[in-house]
């Protein structure tokens, strides 16, 4: 009888089918989580609104699309984004020029007070502009005690107050991005257009800014889909003078209880972010670009600033005294004084504002704790959810693990108080009854912090030498063994950026909180837009707004010193 062989290869072919007997199964649970936490609300959302009382219907789409309500906070959203995203651009990408391609001598301090600029959230500068320039604000006092007969006309109540605030908030987004192009541009493109006789200006709109295009066109769209989805300062100063954009008409809707008629708002503003998705996506691969092998830019390529080092140094400062050290201070101010309104004289000058916050009434404390513990528990699950999904498409690259890494990414490209809204929907009744409960704000924030986790760890991933995954994979080495042992370790410093940024966001994350909490489950973030209306006053709210600030300023120097640069 003849002897039959069995070579090492067969060896190795036998143990790795071994070791993936049950492979599927894992990301088949993967696949089930996705489509229960965030393709289930979303197509409930759908469903709800073609529901007319029971029935299938149009009639929400048709009082949505015939109103003229809709369409003067589509016009207001789309002007405010159009003012946000020109103004984010001048301010971000000339901070990026000035910082990489002059020669500029306070470098380190543009870097500084932009990092800076990015700790305080938007609601809190909203805060800021209504203590300085409301008839009663800070701005209107002083301007009296100079000239006692001066009659204040200015309205810090409009549409575009709301995006100043938020261009001033969002800024920092388009200097990180340019910033990071510039650091990769070699400086050949530019001596070879100086040898062909360009000039400076020339050399700027022909060879530097077609280069840095991509990141503006990225950069722009991440402006656009994080204003459009807030909530908050639209909320403080357009709806009192009653101009709507889409977040805020939603929410009057949602108050209403007209939940077809909110879910149809919905899907036109997650249909508005979408569309700008993909107009970006088909502009980035229309064009090509040429890039550069980094390099470092020669004294030839620095442009000198000579006679208008002082001047430019000046412009830059004023700026930053205008929308950082100014709001600040207005915000600081009105925390240590007694009642909102009284002179500014050492009689009424005050810490009991603090004191109540935290040791007498105990104001922050629910709040805060709930922060906390939403902010861990849901940070630590997306950001393990996400390393799996990575890991799965990177290793795999199947249609499964394809489908289920494009489908955990929707709510990228969802508002925020889109997705309360369908987690609403979603969970309010049986068998998966969380309204009313903790689980509901986790599980919202979940689905709100796995793209974000995918976006750290992506990239990261990259980078990694596959040759140790395929070891261990010949030697019959189980996937979930492998991604705890092998991936795991490599990927730790990006795992840690996501899980911090996400954890950041939670503690001033407004529309979802503001929609989904009840008895017991109140956040920072509710705190912070409600606490006004509990008969506490601007005072008491700009004392919150300064210890959302430190914790937001401590969390962001964590994220700056582990190498990540924070996402909001």
């Not at 639209?234 to 209403?256: C, F, H, I, N, W």
């Not at 990694?464 to 063994?481: E, L, Y």
Request: aromatic share 12%; proline share 4%.
């Amino acid at each position: 009888m003849p002897t039959k062989t069995f070579s090492i290869k067969q060896f190795f072919r036998s143990n790795s089918k071994m070791g993936e007997r049950g492979n599927r199964a894992l990301p088949l649970m993967l696949l089930v989580v996705v489509c229960v936490f965030i393709v289930y609300p979303i197509v409930m959302l759908v469903m709800t609104s073609f529901d007319q009382g029971g029935r299938f219907g149009f009639d929400a789409y048709v009082e949505v699309f015939t109103s003229a309500s809709t369409y003067k906070a589509l016009v207001n959203t789309l002007r405010m984004e159009g003012m946000i995203l020109v103004g984010a651009w001048t301010i971000g990408g000339s901070l990026a020029f000035l910082r990489h391609k002059t020669d500029f001598h306070h470098k380190k301090l543009i870097d500084t007070l932009v990092f800076l600029s990015f700790t305080i959230p938007a609601y809190i500068l909203s805060i800021s502009w209504v203590q300085l320039f409301a008839f009663n604000g800070y701005v209107n006092r002083i301007l009296r005690a100079l000239w006692p007969d001066f009659r204040y006309g200015f309205d810090a109540y409009t549409i575009e107050a709301s995006a100043v605030i938020l261009m001033v908030h969002v800024y920092p987004l388009v200097y990180f991005g340019v910033s990071n192009t510039l650091k990769l541009l070699g400086n050949s493109f530019e001596q070879s257009a100086r040898m062909c006789g360009a000039g400076r200006r020339r050399i700027i709109f022909r060879v530097i800014l077609p280069l840095v295009f991509p990141a503006f066109v990225s950069t722009g769209l991440l402006v656009v889909s994080r204003t459009m989805a807030n909530f908050g300062v639209p909320a403080q100063l357009a709806t009192p003078r009653g101009k709507e954009v889409l977040t805020t008409r939603v929410y009057s809707e949602m108050a209403d209880l007209d939940l077809a008629v909110v879910a149809v708002l919905s899907l036109l503003l997650v249909g508005v972010s979408l569309g700008l998705f993909f107009f970006s996506e088909k502009v980035l691969k229309k064009h090509r670009y040429s890039n550069e092998v980094p390099g470092r830019l020669t004294d030839e390529a620095v442009i000198r600033l000579g006679k208008w080092q002082n001047p430019v140094l000046g412009l830059v400062g004023i700026f930053f005294v205008v929308s950082l050290v100014v709001p600040f201070l207005s915000i600081l101010f009105s925390s240590l004084i007694k009642h909102w309104g009284i002179p500014y004289t050492l009689e009424n000058l005050t810490l009991q504002n603090y004191v109540k916050l935290f040791f007498e009434e105990k104001v922050l404390s629910q709040p805060l704790m709930n922060s906390l513990m939403f902010g861990v528990i849901a940070a630590t699950v997306a950001a393990l959810i996400a390393s799996l999904l990575v890991y799965f498409y990177d290793t795999k690259g199947d249609w499964l693990s394809r489908l289920t890494m494009h489908l955990a990414q929707l709510p990228i490209a969802i508002p925020n108080i889109i997705l309360a809204i369908a987690a609403i929907f979603a969970w309010i009744n049986d068998p998966f009854k969380l309204y009313g409960t903790r689980a509901i704000i986790i599980v919202t924030y979940v689905v709100l912090f796995i793209p974000i986790c995918i976006k750290q760890m992506l990239g990261a991933s990259k980078k990694i030498d596959r040759s140790m995954d395929q070891a261990a994979q010949m030697m019959g080495v189980r996937p979930f063994k492998r991604y705890t042992h092998i991936f795991l370790p490599q990927i730790r410093q990006s795992l840690l950026s996501g899980f911090l940024i996400c954890f950041l966001i939670s503690l001033k994350e407004i529309p979802i909180s503001l929609l989904l909490f009840s008895a017991g489950t109140k956040t920072m973030g509710v705190m912070l837009f409600t606490i006004q209306s509990n008969a506490y006053g601007l005072e008491m709210t700009s004392a919150v707004a300064l210890v959302v600030i430190a914790v937001s300023a401590i969390g962001n120097f964590i994220l700056n010193k582990i190498g990540a640069r924070g996402y909001k």
